[in-house]
DNA sequence: CTGTATCCGTGTTGATACTG
DNA sequence: CAGTATCAACACGGATACAG
């Protein structure tokens, strides 16, 4: 029941590999960074994976103390995956690897994003120097799920929840989102093909769709001879 | 002779990982940080590895635009294989992984470390706040290999070549300078074993294996019920 | 509904041997 | 020294069946 291949390599980075180096392990993680999952929700976010590869990369990521399994007290029961404090910690890693794979020349933004992807896509790629001065509340609604962002100090904070509260409410598919942030799609296109909804300080959502710049695109080498 | 196995997903962090998330890739690209190798350098810095596959890893991440093929000029003659620009680019991938994965429990710092897993760890690990006002230029001998560091501003610059001029040579092997600088090993005792000679500012020296404190463990979590 | 266990076809990995 | 060829062991993904 032990793992068979190890880097034996006291560098850093290798053990970071034997830890979340199997395939599908540092997605998991993603799909846990805005709090604890089920099963099926996990299942649902990770387009292509088997049940079984899920059900080993949870049994390991709990042995190496990323990841610890609880039951939500009764009536729900129902069991949760969650990142322990140190497992949350790894975000920065989704940040640079994020960071240094939008300037592939193979990078396709087109294809589909989880709310979890989008979502670390904003604290990745948000630009302090547009946002600073810039305080407010927004809800999203993505999907069937909510989420509060605060935009304050030039940085943004995200976490699940619905807002009391809110300067502009967005409805979206994490796709349709996406698509205004990343790709220059209108509010209005969106909302007329209706996968977008706004609601509040449209000036606010045309602002915040402009905070988030992708880095260029780095030369694609000479073909091998 | 495609990939058979993507992650069909636009998430960056996914995409990095289409790109080096196989086995071996990401320690292939740390082996090339500190400049072009060889087929059999390379090999002999990733215990474990198979010829055939480090063969098919540098095939995919020249594919990837990671890598390029050289061949040196005559009379060397010798391919090397060397990174882009845009490959150079992913050392704050292991910064992040490697500042997260000291922290894991299961951390082992006394399995063998190449030359650049080392002196990649010194970039990671350095304290600004400690190293600040501090100049010195460091020729180190690892193996049979010379490196000049450079302290300014409380940065380190590492490039491979020999120093005309230095303040401090230390000759030893990759492990006896970790031993030094990571586990607390004095250099008195490394030296009368052999294995680590200075030469030059002792006081640097001594200076120099405080520059690079380790971060705390996390704690380990329950054991599963 | 939430997982877990098992089987099977396929692709990947790794050790050895081998060729230019 | 630099890689290729071969083959055995393993990992992955899909399907299915099963337990709470």
Request: charged letters at 25%; one cysteine or more; hydrophobic letters at 45%.
């Amino acid at each position: 029941m032990e793992r068979k291949r190890w880097y034996e390599d006291a560098c850093g980075a290798a053990h970071a590999l034997d830890i979340v180096g199997e395939r599908w392990a540092l997605l998991v993680i993603r799909e846990l960074m805005f709090g604890p999952r089920r099963f099926g929700e996990l299942r649902a976010n990770l387009p292509g994976i088997s049940a079984n590869i899920l059900t080993q990369r949870l049994e390991g990521l709990e042995r190496e103390g990323v990841v610890v399994r609880r039951k939500l007290p009764p009536p729900a029961s129902v069991q949760v995956y969650e990142l322990t404090p140190w497992g949350y910690e790894a975000e920065p890693i989704f940040q640079t690897l994020g960071r240094w794979a939008t300037r592939s020349p193979t990078h396709d933004p087109t294809l589909p994003i989880s709310n979890a992807s989008l979502l670390l896509s904003f604290r990745t790629m948000i630009d302090a120097a547009k946002a600073r001065g810039l305080g407010a509340t927004i809800a999203l609604r993505l999907g069937n799920e909510d989420y509060v962002a605060r935009l304050a100090d030039g940085a943004i904070a995200i976490a699940r929840g619905e807002a009391e509260a809110a300067d502009l409410r967005i409805a979206a598919t994490a796709a349709a989102l996406g698509a205004a942030i990343y790709g220059g799609a209108a509010f209005e296109t969106l909302e007329a093909q209706g996968v977008l909804a706004l609601e509040g300080d449209r000036a606010l959502a045309r602002r915040f769709a402009t905070l988030f710049p992708l880095p260029e695109k780095a030369d694609a080498p000479p073909p091998p001879a």
